[in-house]
């Protein structure tokens, strides 16, 4: 069956840094779209960043442009997004989401808690 799962979370002070990780199995890692999202209580999951099948292309919501860094390593099957400046704003429940670009299939993961505090 196809698995992601997430690891790296933690707690950090603004200002600083955590590196999550995906490991995924059960299908193509190199064939999916690997995103991940965030959800703090009370808010809908929201995209963080995207990145291509190949790792050619990355995007990201403007609240964590030039703070995160989305990559993937296909031959360990991994996604990761380095998060830098964190901030209180970033706490959320962070998901590993895997899609396909030409079909139906859609994965998620059961999530890491990230919190930012002082």
């Known amino acids: 069956q196809v698995q992601l799962v997430e690891s790296g979370g933690g707690s950090v002070q603004p200002g600083g840094s955590l590196r999550l990780s995906c490991a995924a199995s059960g299908f193509t890692f190199s064939s999916f779209v690997m995103s991940w999202y965030r959800q703090a209580p009370g808010n809908q999951r929201d995209v963080v960043a995207a990145i291509t099948n190949t790792g050619s292309s990355a995007h990201y919501t403007n609240s964590v442009q030039g703070r995160f860094t989305i990559t993937r390593d296909n031959a360990k099957n991994t996604l990761y997004l380095q998060m830098n400046s964190l901030k209180p704003e970033d706490t959320a429940v962070y998901y590993c989401?895997?899609?396909?670009?030409?079909?139906?299939?859609?994965?998620w993961g059961q999530g890491t808690q990230v919190t930012v505090s002082s």
């Open positions: 989401k895997a899609s396909t670009a030409a079909g139906p299939n859609e994965y």
